[in-house]
């Protein structure tokens, strides 16, 4: 399965990404469009024996060349504001989790604690959808 990549400006791919922890063996699957692609076994996850409190959605860069920590060229995303908006800006759709049950719940607005430490750099922008589902918009071209 090869996934396409997106066009500026032009025809936008999605791909359905789902991590879900397995009920018997405890590993968590990676599933793309529902196939299941490879898992974690979960020895190596001692603080998620129980599940999750937290799921976190996001961009991040690295570079390497020792920056101390200040932000970079590097471009997160796309390399554009979320202001731009679809067909420029990358984005993250129909934002859910798995709760304790095994079922699926959207996410509300009012229950993320968003985080831009560098927003001239690199930022989000929420969405609300026609049908209720919350999306975001994230990126950006990095700083001189």
């Known amino acids: 399965m090869a996934l396409q990549p997106s066009v500026y400006q032009g025809v936008q791919y999605e791909f359905v ?8 063996s405890g590993n968590y699957w990676l599933y793309i469009y529902g196939t299941a692609i490879g898992y ?13 409190d937290t799921v976190e959605w996001g961009g991040e860069i690295y570079d390497s060349s020792g920056s101390d920590g200040f932000h970079t060229l590097t471009q997160m995303g796309s390399g554009y504001f979320p202001s731009q908006g679809y067909g420029i800006a990358s984005y993250v759709r129909n934002l859910t989790y798995i709760d304790s049950s095994y079922n699926v719940v959207p996410v509300s607005r009012s229950s993320l604690q968003a985080y831009a430490p560098a927003p001239n750099c ?11 589902s919350l999306s975001f918009f994230y990126g950006g071209p990095g700083c001189n």
């Open 17 to 24: 990404l789902q991590i879900e922890k397995d009920q018997q």
């Open 40 to 52: 974690w076994p979960s020895s190596i996850f001692n603080s998620l024996q129980q599940g999750a």
């Open 122 to 132: 690199y930022n989000y922008q929420f969405e609300q959808s026609p049908d209720g």
